[in-house]
């Protein structure tokens, strides 16, 4: 049991962070680890067990640089590592959170510490540029409703993505043509107010989650869950988790290729729709043959239950947080000769 790893989680930009943060966070703890979390604000503890690795983890660390030189500093007096959580491609993220980080250390920020984690592949190509401690740790499944999915006459359509309007758009009228042929259907839309009031039926229902576990428990609700996604520089940093999500609650996913065409298996863990007409024949499919959709959203729970349970790949974390402990020297005397005011 790695027992002699010890966390500071300090997570900047809390909201819907789970799978970044307070999941790992609890997977960490559950292994024996001692962490410590906090929300907006960087903590540096004076003491520490002596004995244990100590890293204190920043998610979306946006930094003055005599703030970051002085996290630095704290950090290489009281020997612990420096690690950043960015989930987010600096040149995509929204424009007031891109002027700001850009005008404060910009990109140099991913110098500014031991390594940097993320969750995707091209992301960490990007980071690896500024830090070559930079690793790409999956977003996987950690908790879930344990509660059985609740029965329905009904069967129960779930969209529940915001700012894709790119996306449905060109598809909201072959989804309100399938729909309208069945009076048994049902949709719910998390969220999202312009696609609830673009869909023609009566039944649906728009709710807002205000918390990760009021999410997923409006996951487990519903029968199929609807996951289009265009194809952009965007997108293209997009994790597969709301196909986790669903599959983990046993719902049955109609997804685009983009991201998903990567891990979903079709036909058997879930369909892939790229035209309108391939839609309107995998929503049909799903609406009118139960035994299929309920077939296929167990082959996804069990995918996600034999391969994406965060608990199966947590040892990445700590074996990477071991490389960096064993290599701090090297890096320290790295930090020390790019940013000398460490030593003022």
Sequence with gaps: MPQNLSIVSCAMSP?????????PDSALAALGCQVRSYSKQVMIPRIWPRSSIRAVIIQRAIFDRNTAIQVLKLALERDLLVIHEFDDHPDLLPESVRERFMSEMGLEAFSACHGVQ???PLLAETFKAQNAYTAAFQNQVFRYPLSPKP???DVRILYGALNRRDA??????????VIAKHDNVHVTVLQDREFFDALETKKKTLRYTPGYDDYLNAVLQNDIVLMPLNESPFTACKSDI???EASICEA????????????????????IADHPTEWAGCLEKLITDAPYRQRMARNANRYVRENRMLMQHIHKRINWYKELWENRAEINKR??????????
């Design 15 to 23: 909201d819907f962070m789970h799978v970044r943060v307070q999941d």
């Design 118 to 120: 993320t969750s995707m």
């Design 151 to 153: 029965e329905s006459k």
């Design 168 to 177: 449905w758009a060109p598809l909201i009228k072959t989804f309100n043509a």
């Design 242 to 244: 709301k196909f986790l």
């Design 252 to 271: 049955a996913t109609i997804a685009s290729p983009t991201v998903y065409g990567n891990t979903i298996i079709h036909d058997e863990t879930g369909l």
């Design 335 to 344: 930090l020390r000769e790019q940013f000398p005011e460490i030593t003022s």
